[in-house]
């Protein structure tokens, strides 16, 4: 992974955790043990999800240039349909609370991609590649006329 999606990942992870924790002691307080134990499930689910789709973004990044913007809505797309498809599977267990982990799946994917798009917002990534010191040599200097 390029370094500047290394440093953009890390302050998406961590503000998706704590809001699973303070999810996770809410629902602890108001569901008990098992509400606690579902707001971690899914904020471990989102943080899971959300990172896989980041690594596979930057490897089509990598390969196909040509496919990232359409390859990035395609897999936001899809990684919202997974998580709706694990509320639908998991609304009847009785492993954990149910409603605990629908609400802090929603919470944990938005709180990922807004801590995404500030993470991105304060990247200083370059969209213009300076030249090389190297490619100027060959210019002459002064007029062409």
Known sequence: MPSNDARSLLPTVL???AAGVIAAVISGVVAGGKGALGA???????????????LVLQRT??????????MGLMLYTTQLLV????????KDTTLFHPKAFAVTLVA?????VAAQARAHMKAKILYVEPESSDSR???????ST
Do not use: Y
């Open 108 to 112: 944990a994917t938005v709180v990922w």
């Open 137 to 143: 040599q060959g210019e002459k200097a002064g007029s």
């Open 40 to 54: 971690a499930v899914a904020a471990l689910v989102v943080i899971l999800f959300m990172g896989i789709g980041v």
């Open 15 to 17: 503000p998706t955790a």
């Open 83 to 90: 998580l709706f498809i694990f509320v639908a599977v998991f």
């Open 61 to 70: 990044a990598k390969q196909f240039p040509q496919l990232f913007q359409a």
